[in-house]
Nanobody, 129 residues
Framework: QVQVVESGGGLVQPGGSLRLSCAAS????????VGWFRQAPGKEREAVSC????????YYLDSVKGRFTISRDNSKKMVYLQMNSLKPEDTANYYC??????????????????????WGKGTLVTVSS
């Protein structure tokens, strides 16, 4: 049974940092695209960042470039999202999602979307003073 579980959310002041973790289990293949998505109240879900487990190719939403870093540990089947210089507009529920397969180059951005195969239940990030 496939499971995707996020952790690491919480309340942080503007300018602070958080690290989100995504634990995946139950997969028979190690080749996948793992992404972080977020949805704020009253807004549509958006793709924040994706990484492939093949060659660590990445995609970032423009508004988080230079502040967020996605990374992976294949041996532990973990993906992390380090979030620095957090802003109130980063407040949202953050979801980890997985798409099976190998996606490189331009296909990382194309496939980092709502049509992922498996989703976690989310972790809340609140940036407020």
């Amino acid at each position: 049974q496939v499971q995707v579980v996020e952790s690491g959310g919480g309340l942080v002041q503007p300018g602070g940092s958080l690290r989100l973790s995504c634990a995946a289990s139950g997969f028979t293949s190690e080749n996948s695209l793992v992404g972080w998505f977020r949805q704020a109240p009253g807004k549509e879900r958006e793709a924040v960042s994706c990484i492939n487990t093949f060659d660590s190719g990445t995609y970032y939403l423009d508004s988080v470039k230079g502040r967020f870093t996605i990374s992976r540990d294949n041996s532990k089947k973990m993906v992390y999202l380090q979030m620095n210089s957090l802003k109130p507009e980063d407040t949202a529920n953050y979801y980890c999602a997985i798409r099976m397969g190998i996606y490189t180059g331009q296909f990382i951005r194309q496939r980092c979307n709502g049509d992922m195969n498996y989703w976690g239940k989310g972790t809340l990030v609140t940036v407020s003073s």
